[in-house]
């Protein structure tokens, strides 16, 4: 279930918009009228630095709008609820927001995992979903993505790149630039980090190096001391772990101690300061791959990062805030293609996805467009390190895995 004490907390960001059509449904007055952007992702709990990133990407991109009165007529709102990186609970977030007349669009969730749960409660209805974050392939490509593409839902984007880049990328670094050659996989049998894990798998394999062991870890685990003893006898000079940081900073942590002094590789899902702050000097050389390239670096999100900033938003901005912003923008973009003289269609929600399909704009994290899966056209990717403490890029560009 939501807890909704964490939601009303954010003030602002929980106010339900109204006024926004006539009483018979058939479109407000002209005049000003409100349309709601729904947010979903674990705001509280696992995954929490992440997905308050995205929450406030979100709000950002609204106060934006607003200000600038990017849609004459339109005020726009964040109604944020709290997934706690729990599918059912997306679900049952999704199946909200539809209910509310006033969304027309949804930014998130985080995780793929709950994007499975959501996707089809939010098509039924012709409800515009923006993840910046989730990066399975199945999502927008379908069950059998490898040998046939199939959108199983057309209502469903993400400004995110897929696992299939991202996993193929960690595995040229991997074996080219790290020299690494006999890999130990694991992973935390969710969506994400076992789809992730696979891929790379695959990759490294094609590479020419060797995956000399593969195990499992439970959500929650704390424990890794059996784990642990097995990779520091395999030989392995790489841990490849595919899942969130709430496991993999403490395993990490335990991996040095015990002595076995090789670094642990993993994907976007590790990418935050609590990574380093929680593993503290055992997080020392560790990797991730990351979608895009540093938002600090970006000339276009300077404005963004000050906001970020200077509101002192909890949560982590760097990992998914742009993306979150841009996918934000997307859905104000499209709303202002489809609400005009402020007057909301009947078909709106189904005209916003059309017009989220065709636009094509500079975002504050680079290009915004999208493929006929609703897959991001911006494949650029990242690999940070930790060193002295802090998340360094390493190496940018794109991957093609074949």
Known sequence: MVILTSVLTTGALT??????RNNDGKGGDSGNVTVTIGVDAPLTGQNSATGLGIQYGAQIAVDDANKNK?????????????????????????????????????VGPLNSGVATQMQQVLDTANLVEISPSNTAPELTQGKNWQTKKVRPFKTYFRTATTDALQGAF???????????????VVDDKQTYGAGLSKLFKEQFVK????VIGTDHVSVGDRDFSTLVTKIKNSGADLLYYGGQYDESQVLTKQLKDAGAK???????????????KTAGKAAEG?????????????????????TYKAKKYPGDYGTYGSYSYDATTAIIKAV??????????????????DAVQHNSFDGISGKISFDEYGDTTNK???????????????????ANPK
């Not at 106010?15 to 926004?20: D, F, K, V």
């Not at 560790?286 to 000050?306: E, M, N, Q, R």
């Not at 202002?336 to 996805?353: E, H, L, T």
């Open 170 to 184: 960690a595995a040229d670094y991997a074996y080219n630039g790290l020299h690494k050659k006999k890999a130990f």
């Open 70 to 106: 990017t849609v004459p007529g339109v005020t726009f709102k964040v109604k944020a609820l709290d997934d706690k990186a729990i599918p059912a609970t997306g679900q049952q977030n999704a199946t909200q927001l539809v209910a509310e007349k006033d969304v027309l669009g949804v």
């Open 15 to 20: 106010l339900t918009a109204c006024g926004s």
């Open 286 to 306: 560790d990797l991730v791959t990351s979608i895009g390239v540093p938002v600090d670096t970006l000339p276009a999100a300077k404005d963004f990062v000050a």
């Open 262 to 276: 090789i670094p642990l590789f993993g994907g976007d899902g590790m990418f935050t300061p609590t990574y380093i």
């Open 207 to 210: 590479q020419g190096g060797q």
């Open 336 to 353: 202002g293609q489809v609400v005009k003289d402020g007057k909301i269609p009947d078909d709106a929600r189904a005209k916003v996805v």
């Open 380 to 398: 650029q990717l990242t690999v940070y390190q930790v060193v002295n403490g802090a998340w360094k890029s390493v190496k940018s560009g794109t």
